[in-house]
């Protein structure tokens, strides 16, 4: 199993500027959680989907954040417009039931200038 | 207000000797608790767990250590190795489908 897969692994940008950021759970997971990690606040929960479907998303910092899966096998977190605080590591990870492990993505680099 | 904290940012250990990582929490509900390892330019790998009905499991070298009245818990690694040279991470879930995570502890094992 090639594990989680995101793309792209860095990203820079402007400020103001749309971001993509792309994830592939691995095969067969039901939940996906997107997290950021900074230096002052460590590795945060943005959101999580279970079957597809977002179940909470009060980590979400901004309307400008948002995050969908179409499919059990590919989501997508959008920042737009992005600004300079938003520089830092996404990663996502999944799991198969919930609670318990998960297994997490390289992460995006995010720097935005 | 962090519910969990890893007052530790960094910790150095010769090896051969014991690395003891520590955490707290502040919600008693919390019920599950993880820990994970990550290395520069890779994402966290889950390390090892315990849920709250035990106060101690163990994986090889490493022990998780759950203090439930005093909401802390601590991953014991017994002998470091220079390998063991990571950012770990402490995780909290309560019953929900996510988890809180400290901060992080990098921890540097001495040849």
């Known amino acids: 199993d090639a594990g989680v897969i995101q793309s792209p692994r860095h990203e820079v940008t402007e400020m103001g500027q749309e971001v993509t950021l792309r994830c592939k759970p691995i095969?067969?997971?039901?939940?996906l959680f997107w997290y950021r990690q900074t230096m002052m606040r460590g590795l945060e929960l943005l959101i999580y989907?279970?079957?597809?479907?977002?179940?909470?998303d009060s980590g979400m910092p901004e309307d400008r954040f948002s995050a969908k899966m179409p499919n059990a096998s590919f989501s997508t977190l959008k920042i737009q417009p992005s600004e300079p605080r938003d520089s830092a590591v996404y990663f996502c990870?999944?799991?198969?039931?919930?609670?318990?492990?998960?297994?997490f993505g390289p992460g995006t680099r995010l720097t935005v200038l | 207000d962090q519910q969990v904290k890893q007052n530790s940012p960094s910790l150095s250990v010769q090896e051969g000797r014991i690395s003891i990582l520590n955490c707290d929490y502040t919600?008693?509900?919390?019920?599950?608790f993880l820990w994970y390892k990550k290395y520069p330019a890779e994402g966290p790998t889950f390390l090892i767990s315990?849920?709250?009905?035990?106060d101690k499991n163990e994986d090889g070298r490493f022990t998780v250590f759950l203090n439930k009245s005093a909401k802390h818990l601590s991953l014991h690694i017994v002998p470091s190795q220079p390998g063991d040279s990571a950012v770990y991470f402490c995780?909290?879930?309560?019953?929900?489908?996510?988890?809180?995570f400290g901060k992080g502890t990098k921890l540097s094992v001495i040849p």
């Open positions: 095969s067969g997971h039901d939940y």
């Open positions: 990870a999944s799991s198969w039931g919930g609670l318990g492990e998960q297994f």
């Open positions: 989907f279970n079957n597809n479907v977002p179940i909470d």
């Open positions: 919600n008693s509900m919390f019920d599950y």
């Open positions: 315990i849920s709250s009905i035990k």
């Open positions: 995780g909290v879930g309560a019953g929900s489908y996510q988890l809180t």
